[in-house]
């Protein structure tokens, strides 16, 4: 199944790929690799998702706020690939970065948002390598940050 087809079948809406608000490019290709920046949690209304998980979010609300990051990643990747998700191989890695507590020890069940919907549109070539890190802040107050590397045709 095309991975366009996947999104629509699961009546996905993607985001749109918003253009980055610093000195830098949302995403960039170097030979057969596309590097993604980190996307942060952005609600389906634009409202960004704000505070510590752990205190102001529970996990499972971290999770979904992991999955828009994914929403934004794959609006990323769709539009470095001309609209065209067909161009896409596999996704190498994601990073996830969590605005959480000291106590707060479930990060990886957090960016499980942003692999679980990776996987589910992108199926076997979705499967990525990953890492899962705690931070004491991140910008504007959001409350997940997850960046991707993903491997083209």
């Not at 790929?17 to 949690?41: D, E, R, W």
């Not at 994601?94 to 589910?120: C, H, M, R, W, Y």
């Amino acid at each position: 199944m095309k991975f366009d087809d996947k999104i629509k079948e699961l009546k996905i809406k993607l985001p749109e790929a918003k253009p980055p608000v610093g000195n830098y490019v949302a995403t960039k290709v170097i030979g057969k690799m596309l590097f993604v920046s980190g996307q942060i949690s952005v609600d389906k209304d634009g409202q960004l998702i704000k505070g510590k998980v752990g205190k102001d979010l529970d996990t499972e609300a971290g999770y979904n706020a992991a999955k828009r990051c994914a929403l934004s990643i794959i609006a990323q990747v769709k539009k470095a690939c001309d609209n065209d998700l067909s161009k896409v191989k596999s996704c190498i890695k994601l990073t996830g970065f969590v605005n959480s507590t000291d106590e707060f020890t479930d990060q990886p069940k957090v960016i499980n948002g942003a692999s679980d919907l990776i996987a589910t549109v992108f199926g076997n070539s979705g499967m990525h390598a990953r890492a899962a890190v705690s931070t004491n802040s991140l910008p504007l107050g959001v409350s997940v940050e997850v960046d991707a590397i993903f491997e083209l045709n």
